[in-house]
């Protein structure tokens, strides 16, 4: 690494470290995890959800799917947390004048700030993982076997380009942004839009492309078995999740949950084995590629502004 | 051999575009800026000192023309400009979390100081600027003038050949504005360049040795400070100052009848001469036969030329 970017990541690591707002997020995630787990906990004792088996090996992918849940909220707002004040911040307290009245290119900055953000994303995600998990763990008396470490250490890729998908994405907001507040508001929008928005306008696609559904009677199959949807209902809603699923592609909480969906699937609802790591991997790689193609672009984009942009008026 | 310039633009321009239209904050700028002086660039606020500044020093892009620094290229060369000046912005600011001490060896350590020299550096300049006390702690607990002190210390950590102080005197208080003065004067003895940009000209306009007057993005004139009085002498005529013991009346008398006088005064026997032309040879022959204390030309202030060059009398 050059000495100049060297300095920039060691001053931006340490100023994070040293920030109530980067352990405040770790805290968050640890929190809503444990209360998540806990709530999951007492459902599935309620409810004596039959093949849960707390305390057995399934109750693990029903905290995975809580984990993955918790970081699809807190991973972007990690993100935007280290993006939004990056450039912004700076240029509005004017220290940004003193930084490039020295020797040092514009892209040595910008690198030096990325590559500290992804430091200090991969150990959030990873503090909060190794924090929470054996926490909530402990709490309900689960054990994991060695797959699933291995899915639950796999799962953490997602997490870290999903974090880094949205610091991009504020980085290029606070790139042309002069006011961090502003650029924070911009962040949260667009995380709004992505986790909220988002998800209602792919319903509303689909609904607009295939109309009401159709009128529903229940087959109700006699000595208390399971409600049948008839065969059309049943095709309308497969329809309609695969159009929504398509608009859906574009969001990168969408392509993170899939993955990790997909590391914790098991091989039929009968089967005890997971599906394998290497046909995971060959089916849903297009998620990790379209998460790390968002950080890619937005930190181009980045790239090409800040060193077009000029300092002072 | 000719005067060596560390500071050169040829018509340099500076045109933003926004969406009311184009302002024009640079008019093909031409300066020079000997080597080894106090420069003054004086200028209300908006005439575009701050635009000037920031594209030598490699913060903004010329629109047309160039500029260079030490002979380096602020364009093409501007990494090699930012390694050889020292820069007190405006509207600059620190990390508030970190110490002063923090601040100058990230800073420091950009400028690609050695480590051990940077360690010695940063106690120097703290100590020239008064804040060896204050180095350890955070700079939100420091005061507008410690700041502007710490800004100043920042510029002289590389120990550059060339300084450029954007607003230098802002915020800080009549003692700091003395350090200032004292320490500028002694780097410009050391050899070093400074250009100093201020609309406060009462409080450094009196230690440069030369200045330009820009105004509206445009120098409006520049030079030492006797060629610049010598074309305010042009335009507004020469005073003198005579202080005599005895016939003060018949003195005036005298002086009047001299060719170019326009002007004679009389307040407490001080006569006030203004003259069209230099007549300072003919004064001293009609005071010989006067009982005269003193006898001087009154050279114009900073303040008289900035009035003068900025439309008090030229336009």
Redesign the interface.
């Known amino acids: 690494m050059n000495?100049?970017v060297a300095?920039?990541v060691r001053?931006e690591v340490l100023?994070n470290l040293?920030s109530a707002r980067f352990w405040g997020l770790i805290g968050l995630f640890v929190l809503l995890f444990v209360a998540m787990s806990a709530a999951i906990g007492s459902a599935a004792r309620g409810f004596a959800i039959p093949g849960l088996g707390l305390g057995g090996g399934r109750f693990v992918v029903q905290l995975v799917y809580a984990m993955s849940s918790v970081m699809s909220y807190v991973a972007p707002l990690l993100g935007i947390a280290l993006g939004f004040s990056a450039i912004a911040s700076e240029r509005e307290?004017?220290?940004i004048?003193?930084?490039?009245?020295?020797?040092?290119?514009r892209d040595q900055v910008l690198n030096g700030k990325i590559i500290a953000a992804t430091i200090l994303i991969v150990l959030a995600v990873t503090v909060s993982t190794a924090l929470s998990l054996p926490l909530s763990m402990a709490l309900h008396g689960v054990t994991v076997t060695a797959d699933d470490l291995s899915r639950l250490a796999l799962s953490l890729i997602p997490s870290i380009l999903l974090a880094l998908s949205y610091y991009a994405l504020s980085l290029f907001i606070s790139v042309l942004s002069d006011r961090s507040s502003r650029a924070f508001l911009y962040c949260i929008v667009a995380w709004v839009f992505f986790t909220f928005i988002l998800p209602l306008i792919a319903s509303m696609i689909a609904l607009s492309v295939l109309g009401p559904p159709p009128a529903i009677s229940f087959n109700m199959t006699r000595g208390g078995g399971q409600p049948q949807l008839p065969p059309q209902v049943q095709e309308y809603y497969r329809k309609m999740n695969e159009i929504a699923s398509t608009v859906l592609l574009v969001s990168p909480n969408n392509r993170y949950s899939s993955f990790v969906s997909a590391l914790f699937t098991r091989r039929s609802p009968q089967a005890a084995a997971y599906v394998d790591l290497g046909s995971v991997i060959a089916t849903r790689w297009v998620d990790l590629a379209v998460l790390a193609a968002y950080a890619a672009v937005f930190i181009l984009l980045s790239y090409i502004f800040f060193v077009r942009r000029?300092?002072?008026? | 051999m000719g005067v060596e310039y560390v500071i050169e633009t040829e018509n340099l321009t500076k045109v933003y575009r926004d969406r009311t239209g184009e302002v024009v904050a640079l008019d093909n700028v031409d300066i020079k800026v000997p080597k080894g002086v106090l420069f003054g660039l004086f200028g209300p606020n908006g005439s575009g000192k701050t635009t000037l500044i920031s594209i030598l020093v490699g913060l903004q892009l010329p629109t047309r023309g160039t500029a260079r620094v030490l002979g380096f290229d602020c364009v093409k060369q501007s990494l090699e400009v930012r390694k050889r000046v020292g820069l007190l912005p405006e509207n600059y600011g620190f990390y508030e979390y970190m110490t002063a001490y923090e601040n100058l060896e990230f800073l420091g350590r950009l400028d690609g100081i050695p480590r051990e020299e940077l360690r010695r550096r940063i106690s120097e300049v703290l100590e020239l600027v008064g804040l060896k006390d204050w180095a350890h702690t955070k700079v939100k607990a420091f005061s507008r003038g410690m700041n502007q002190r710490l800004a100043l210390a920042q510029a002289l950590l590389k120990d550059p050949e060339v300084l450029i102080f954007d607003e230098p005197t802002l915020g800080l208080d009549p003692q700091g504005s003395v350090m200032f003065r004292e320490l500028v004067t002694r780097l410009v003895k050391e050899g070093r360049t400074v250009l100093i940009s201020t609309h406060l000209l009462h409080e450094v306009g009196f230690i440069c040795s030369h200045a330009a007057f820009i105004r509206k993005g445009r120098v409006v004139a520049q030079g030492s400070l006797e060629e610049l009085a010598e074309r305010y002498r042009e335009s507004r005529g020469y005073s003198y100052e005579v202080v005599v013991q005895e016939r003060p009346e018949d003195l005036i008398k005298e002086l009047r009848q001299l060719e170019g006088v326009i002007e004679v005064g009389l307040e407490n026997n001080v006569v006030k001469v203004r003259s069209s032309r230099d007549i300072m040879r003919e004064l001293i022959k009609v005071t010989e036969g006067y009982r005269v204390r003193s006898l001087r030309e009154l050279a114009p202030s900073w303040d008289e030329l900035y009035q003068f060059y900025h439309g008090g009398g030229r336009e």
């Not at chain 1, 004048?97 to 290119?105: F, G, K, Q, W």
Request: glycine residues 8%; aromatic residues 4%.
């Open positions: 000495g100049k300095v920039i001053k100023e040293k307290k004017g220290t004048r003193l930084v490039l009245a020295r020797p040092v290119y000029q300092e002072v008026r």
